[in-house]
């Protein structure tokens, strides 16, 4: 069982940051893959970014060169920082990871956190 909390959350105007972070209950040396997902008003739920425990990332096209995907494995965190927001970018971003168990592999989601870019 893995528990996901994310927090850094909030109100920003455009032009501005927010660092998200994501606290794992579990060692996360231990899990191959994080992502960062976000779901706007009436959108479905979509990729952000991705980390693996290799140090390798991947960014949806929409947050490269802006957003930052990080782990921190002495925090056991999983951070993303967030640069040049604008409205588009207001959405319920959500810590995301999977676990392959030798009965299968388990999806695990954090309960989420909402940024809003407005002015």
């Known amino acids: 069982q893995v528990q996901l909390v994310e927090s850094g959350g909030g109100l920003v105007q455009p032009g501005g940051s927010l660092r998200l972070s994501c606290a794992s209950s579990v060692d996360i040396k231990s899990i191959y893959q994080f992502g960062w997902y976000r779901q706007g008003p009436g959108n479905v739920r979509r990729p952000v970014a991705t980390?693996?425990?290799?140090?390798?990332?991947d960014y949806a096209k929409s947050a490269e060169g802006r957003f930052t995907i990080t782990r921190d494995n002495a925090k056991n965190t999983v951070n993303l920082q967030m640069n040049s927001l604008k409205p588009e970018d207001t959405a319920v971003y959500f810590c995301?990871?999977?676990?392959?168990?030798?009965?299968?592999?388990?999806?695990?989601w954090g309960q989420g956190t909402q940024v809003a870019v407005s002015s």
């Open positions: 980390i693996r425990n290799t140090g390798g990332t």
């Open positions: 995301n990871t999977e676990v392959d168990y030798t009965s299968g592999i388990e999806g695990y």
